[in-house]
């Protein structure tokens, strides 16, 4: 299993990953991206900064990088930057298939992405990835599996995933919505000859949506890694937007409300790995201060106290504006 160099690693940043969703497109629902990113976001401007991300992230410890074919050009950046560096051997990368991106590198298009769980897609894109990344690619990932995906009943696309398995890839899958936990123990009841699919689950977890919590530890039990993503929901998480618990709890401790928002994250024992959704080195410094907060009791209690029901959360990020 790729992740055991991730266990094995001796940096407290390996539990960090890096995420590439901001910064392989010009647009996306993150807020203050306006800040966060040049004004012309031209190809080369975002290919530039996905090097300096991954260049500063490995040179601090952090050892999983996560793309997807929905990410825009995410896989093509990441490919570049290792066919530069052809002596990394100890990173794991990941990326995930069933969306399509359709913006055409455009912030206001109708729509950004294209859901489609089936063989086909599963087919196209997994030879787009192999393109590529080629054998870099160690995780492959159904993205944003919900109780309904058809992902969870195709007995073909989960032939055409356990071949994929035998070859050396590992096996996942993401979730999203307010259903996450019903997903996530639907995919854990997949098998294939008998034997479990999946080896990772991917999950939106963080200090305002909390529902996933008891399925993840089921899956973590089942023995698969758990990948924690949008651990700081979609920058509502971070200066200047975190709600006032967060930000008295970051200036008791010094630090930022992001490393607060991700350390909270980091103290559950079934996270084996929280991504960083950084469009910056500094946001991605700041985040990995996450790994040296101290939270105490009465911290941990105020922060708790921001949990929102789940259909209350995801309808606020569905309304989130692609920036």
């Given at each position: 299993m790729p992740f055991a160099r991730l266990a094995s690693a001796t940096t407290p940043t390996c539990h960090i990953g890096l995420g590439l969703a901001a910064v392989g497109r010009p647009g996306y629902i993150n807020l203050g991206r306006e800040q966060d990113l040049p004004e012309a976001r031209t190809v080369d401007a975002l290919r530039t900064r996905t090097h300096e991300l991954l260049d500063a992230a490995y040179a601090q410890g952090v050892r999983y990088f996560d793309a997807a074919r929905s990410y825009g050009r995410s896989e093509e950046f990441l490919a570049?930057?290792?066919?530069?560096?052809?002596?990394?051997?100890?990173?794991?990368?990941?990326?995930k298939w069933g969306y399509t991106y359709t913006a055409g590198w455009t912030t206001d298009a109708e729509k950004h992405e294209v859901k489609d769980h089936s063989v086909q897609t599963y087919d196209r894109q997994r030879a787009e990835t192999a393109e590529l990344l080629g054998d870099r690619l160690d995780l492959y990932q159904i993205h944003s599996v919900t109780p309904d995906s058809p992902a969870l009943t195709d007995k073909e696309?989960?032939?055409?995933?356990?071949?994929?398995?035998?070859?050396?890839?590992?096996?996942?899958?993401?979730?999203?919505?307010?259903?996450?936990?019903?997903?996530?123990?639907?995919?854990?009841?997949?098998?294939?000859d008998g034997e479990p699919l999946f080896r990772t689950v991917q999950s939106t977890y963080n200090a305002l949506e909390t529902s996933a919590a008891p399925a993840l530890a089921e899956a973590h039990d089942a023995g698969l890694t758990v990948i924690v993503k949008e651990g700081m929901a979609n920058g509502r998480l971070a200066d200047p937007y975190a709600p006032e618990a967060l930000r008295a709890v970051a200036a008791e401790t010094s630090l930022g409300a992001d490393a607060v928002a991700l350390a909270l994250i980091l103290r559950q024992p079934w996270a084996g790995v929280v991504l960083s959704g950084a469009a910056a080195t500094n946001q991605l410094a700041s985040n990995l201060?996450?790994?040296?907060?101290?939270?105490?009791?009465?911290?941990?209690?105020?922060?708790?106290?921001?949990?929102?029901?789940?259909?209350e959360y995801w309808e606020k990020r569905a309304g989130l504006p692609w920036h």
């Amino acid at each position: 299993m790729p992740f055991a160099r991730l266990a094995s690693a001796t940096t407290p940043t390996c539990h960090i990953g890096l995420g590439l969703a901001a910064v392989g497109r010009p647009g996306y629902i993150n807020l203050g991206r306006e800040q966060d990113l040049p004004e012309a976001r031209t190809v080369d401007a975002l290919r530039t900064r996905t090097h300096e991300l991954l260049d500063a992230a490995y040179a601090q410890g952090v050892r999983y990088f996560d793309a997807a074919r929905s990410y825009g050009r995410s896989e093509e950046f990441l490919a570049d930057w290792l066919n530069t560096r052809p002596d990394i051997d100890d990173i794991v990368v990941g990326s995930k298939w069933g969306y399509t991106y359709t913006a055409g590198w455009t912030t206001d298009a109708e729509k950004h992405e294209v859901k489609d769980h089936s063989v086909q897609t599963y087919d196209r894109q997994r030879a787009e990835t192999a393109e590529l990344l080629g054998d870099r690619l160690d995780l492959y990932q159904i993205h944003s599996v919900t109780p309904d995906s058809p992902a969870l009943t195709d007995k073909e696309l989960h032939a055409r995933l356990a071949e994929a398995a035998a070859a050396g890839v590992s096996i996942g899958f993401s979730t999203s919505g307010p259903a996450q936990a019903d997903a996530i123990r639907a995919a854990l009841a997949v098998t294939v000859d008998g034997e479990p699919l999946f080896r990772t689950v991917q999950s939106t977890y963080n200090a305002l949506e909390t529902s996933a919590a008891p399925a993840l530890a089921e899956a973590h039990d089942a023995g698969l890694t758990v990948i924690v993503k949008e651990g700081m929901a979609n920058g509502r998480l971070a200066d200047p937007y975190a709600p006032e618990a967060l930000r008295a709890v970051a200036a008791e401790t010094s630090l930022g409300a992001d490393a607060v928002a991700l350390a909270l994250i980091l103290r559950q024992p079934w996270a084996g790995v929280v991504l960083s959704g950084a469009a910056a080195t500094n946001q991605l410094a700041s985040n990995l201060h996450a790994a040296v907060v101290d939270l105490d009791e009465d911290q941990l209690a105020r922060l708790t106290g921001l949990a929102e029901e789940p259909q209350e959360y995801w309808e606020k990020r569905a309304g989130l504006p692609w920036h």
